[in-house]
């Protein structure tokens, strides 16, 4: 690339991840291009939760309040056990009393951050129906290759045409999800899929239960479900939906509610174990018939031994992918993104007599400087407890309902695991400021 010029920058991916980094990348003055494979960008999925660290970042990026109008407010969360025990009380408020989550439709956290890529169009290009093959690195610049499909309308019907192409970067970001190809190899130090799944589907929203807590249910480790509040979808703003999961092991999740039958034994093994909310499902879960759209879930461990190096950074889950079982994952992409932007800021201020260049190495240095501690936390704990939540162990169950009964009990515990679910875990005995994450000081390079 030539000298002395604004950095561009690509994005592989428009998730969660590379729409705000590309967001925290244009308010730099830093030009980039969004390579994403889809043809426009209707993100598949149910609900997911928003944890007061991925809110930090909404609030810095400025589009918390519009989250608010069409998320739902989550102010903690409940697990119950068969006998009406709580196997988890976690409520925000008992790690700050301003804490609380938003529960959003994967589609309304797409629509608030696509929109807030529109506010730079001189600064962010977007390639869509692209898919980036390989990078291939030199001391002076990046070059991606790939694939752009378009469509021919000069014959009587519209064909697709795959047209290769390459282009050449400052710098690649790679945030193309957990099944991403494209991560450096030598970085990988785990990349393997999980044995277990999920099945979920969007239904009206449910009032029989407290409608701004995080519901779920466990028996042993072989049964989980969850009804999360999920708000709206920006095309039906009145109309509040429930997200509704259920775990299975990988193998199982294509035969999930295959007909009445199956459907109705269901709704009775939920009955017999947490009767409210099998009514509630049976008034909202459709006959299988009518076509239900179930989605299907599968999980993967990805395990990197450094997250960026020279021109190529990756971030999201293709540099962390984990189990969901404690609700981070579009949380970490979202601290993935604003560190990413602070690492930039702190690379180009160096410079301070030419801003328009960027020092690699102490950018990736202050990134994992940022997320490198939290991001094993994370990981560590997930891998330690998804056992104790999705396994065919028999005593994994039982140690986990015994153990937990017990740690809620003290006040230390309980305050920890509520700034753990809070996302905001820097390390074992170590957390990240809220206020840090969510300040915007408006600095641009001009």
């Not at 590379?18 to 730099?28: F, P, V």
Request: glycine residues 6%; contains cysteine; aromatic residues 10%.
């Amino acid at each position: 690339m030539k000298k002395n010029h604004s950095p561009h920058f690509a994005i592989i991916g428009a998730g969660t991840a590379g729409l705000t980094a590309a967001i925290l990348l244009a308010r730099q003055n830093i030009h980039v291009t969004i390579f994403e494979k889809v043809h426009q960008l209707e993100p598949v999925g149910a609900g997911l939760l928003l944890q007061p660290s991925g809110l930090a970042v909404f609030e810095h990026l400025g589009v918390l309040e519009e989250a608010l109008k069409l998320g739902a407010v989550v102010t903690g969360l409940e697990g119950q056990l068969p006998n009406g025990q709580l196997l988890v009380n976690s409520h925000y408020h008992q790690a700050h009393p301003n804490f609380y989550g938003i529960g959003i439709h994967r589609a309304t956290l797409c629509h608030v951050l696509e929109k807030k890529c529109r506010e730079y169009p001189e600064h962010i290009t977007w390639r869509m129906n692209t898919d980036i093959q390989r990078l291939e690195e030199s001391s002076n610049e990046i070059r991606v290759y790939g694939t752009e499909n378009t469509q021919n309308h000069q014959q009587a019907f519209d064909t697709i045409l795959n047209a290769s192409f390459d282009d050449s970067f400052d710098a690649v970001i790679i945030a193309n999800g957990a099944r991403s190809t494209l991560r450096p190899p030598q970085w990988v130090k785990v990349d393997k899929a999980y044995p277990w799944g999920a099945k979920w589907t969007i239904v009206p929203e449910c009032l029989e239960l407290e409608s701004k807590i995080l519901h779920q249910f466990h028996d042993r480790s072989k049964i989980m479900m969850g009804i999360l509040p999920t708000g709206a979808v920006p095309t039906t703003p009145n109309q509040r939906l429930s997200s509704v999961f259920w775990s299975l092991p990988s193998h199982q999740l294509d035969h999930f509610l295959q007909d009445n039958t199956s459907r109705s034994d269901w709704l009775k093994d939920i009955a017999k174990r947490w009767k409210p909310a099998a009514d509630w499902l049976e008034q909202v879960i459709a006959e299988p018939e009518d076509k239900q759209q179930w989605l299907t879930a599968h999980y993967r461990d990805v395990v990197m031994s450094k997250f960026g190096e020279g021109r190529i950074g990756v971030i999201g889950d293709a540099a962390h992918a984990m189990s969901p079982q404690l609700g981070q994952g579009a949380n970490m992409a979202l601290l993935d993104a604003w560190a990413l932007g602070q690492a930039v800021e702190s690379a180009r201020s160096s410079h301070l007599q030419n801003n328009e260049s960027l020092d690699y190495a102490q950018l990736w240095q202050n990134y994992h400087q940022h997320r490198q501690s939290s991001t094993e936390f994370y990981q560590f704990l997930s891998r330690l407890l998804t056992p104790l939540y999705q396994s065919d162990l028999w005593w994994a169950g039982a140690f986990r309902d015994l153990t937990f009964s017990w740690m809620y009990r003290i006040p230390y515990f309980r305050k920890e695991m509520a700034i753990t679910v809070s996302g905001l875990k820097s390390g074992m005995f170590s957390q990240m400021n809220y206020e840090n994450i969510a300040k915007n000081n408006k600095k641009t390079h001009l």
